[in-house]
């Protein structure tokens, strides 16, 4: 179940925004139950994103894209150790022969088929007008999602760097971006994400919405590992394990 787990990590970062300005702080909370061997879940993240960066804190892990350094940090809080990996990230340098051929034939087993809908429905959600959009994904291991997705365009975005980074944290998850390219092709932000996963008996029904955005200067230190971190190889055998 490692491998819904990373998927959903990527799914999270498909519904962030990056702006030019000062630093941008979201506020996420989601909803989830049905999770194998998980309690029902309610968690609030926070999103923080500057200028060629972004970081991403959940419960018991962040991860921090730093396009303007090369660099791709996730921290472990619980180890107190993080992982780094130079940008644009190719896997050749960092997998063995004998083991790349078993991430590629992973990657394939894991990679999604997305249809996009568009429809004329709209609404006001945290007062900005946004679009429905509805979203049908599955792959060869039998996942199956469907989604209702709304967007807004009602504020001033620079989405660029976003679908970079986005696509940097694809390739660090060796899963192919294929399915996240398209995804990102979609018009404005999600504000608001009601997702269905279902994959063999299991069904995980999930709630996410944007819930505030501010901007205010980042504390120093945002976008880097704690200086009492310990750094620690990264084995995608371990990261990519069932």
Do not use: C
């Not at 063995?96 to 568009?118: K, S």
């Not at 997702?195 to 944007?210: C, P, S, W």
């Amino acid at each position: 179940m490692q491998r819904i787990r990373i998927l959903w990590a990527l799914l999270t970062l498909v519904a962030s925004v990056s702006t030019l300005a000062a630093d941008t702080v979201l506020m996420v909370r989601t909803t989830s139950e049905g999770m194998p061997g998980i309690a029902a879940q309610d968690e609030t993240r926070t999103v923080w994103i500057g200028e060629e960066r972004i970081r991403e804190d959940g419960a018991d892990q962040s991860v921090i894209v730093d396009l303007g350094g090369s660099k791709l940090f996730v921290l472990k809080h619980r180890s107190k150790s993080y992982h780094v990996l130079d940008l644009p990230i190719d896997l050749t340098q960092l997998v063995p022969e004998e083991q790349l051929q078993d991430l590629r034939e992973q990657a394939d087993r894991m990679a999604m088929e997305v249809a996009v809908t568009p429809t004329d429905e709209t609404r006001e959600i945290q007062s900005l007008p946004s679009k429905k959009f509805d979203l049908t994904m599955s792959n060869a291991m039998g996942l199956q999602m469907t989604i209702e997705l709304w967007t807004t365009t009602a504020l001033e975005i620079d989405i660029e760097n976003y679908k970079r980074m986005t696509l940097e944290m694809a390739a660090a998850q060796a899963m192919g971006n294929d399915w996240v390219k398209k995804i990102l092709e979609i018009e404005g932000f999600p504000v608001l994400r009601e997702m269905t996963v279902a994959m063999g008996e299991y069904e995980m029904v999930t709630r996410e919405e944007l819930f505030s955005v501010e901007t205010r200067e980042a504390p120093e230190g945002t976008y880097l590992p704690p200086p009492d971190y310990e750094l620690e190889p990264l084995d995608f055998r371990d990261e990519a394990a069932p």
